[in-house]
Nanobody, 113 residues
Framework: QVQLVESGGDSVQPGGSLRLSCAASGFTFSSYAMSWYHQAPGKERELVAYINNRGGTNYEDSVKGRFTISRDNAKSTVYLQMNSLKAEDTGVYYC???????WGQGTQVTVSS
């Protein structure tokens, strides 16, 4: 089976940090690009970060300098390290494998005082 399972979402205060994980299975993880999307309440899902099979990355402007996407191919896992969290970062974060058009189920992040 091909699947992505996110974890690590939580409720944190502004300025706090979280590390999201996405565990992949059912495909040769190291060969494919991975990405993280964010869906704020009532908003469209949008791309936050992308990492290709070589480790090259791209980020949405609003998270540059705060978020870092990385991957551990030995663990078939992609991470999103989120620092200096803001209220607008609140929402569901989804892992996505573009070439498989495969989504995880999402993990909730809430940033509030």
């Amino acid at each position: 089976q091909v699947q992505l399972v996110e974890s690590g979402g939580d409720s944190v205060q502004p300025g706090g940090s979280l590390r999201l994980s996405c565990a992949a299975s059912g495909f040769t993880f190291s060969s494919y690009a991975m990405s993280w999307y964010h869906q704020a309440p009532g908003k469209e899902r949008e791309l936050v970060a992308y990492i290709n099979n070589r480790g090259g990355t791209n980020y949405e402007d609003s998270v540059k300098g705060r978020f870092t996407i990385s991957r551990d191919n030995a663990k078939s896992t992609v991470y999103l390290q989120m620092n200096s969290l803001k209220a607008e970062d609140t929402g569901v974060y989804y892992c996505y494998a573009p070439l498989f058009r495969l989504w995880g189920q999402g993990t909730q992040v809430t940033v509030s005082s």
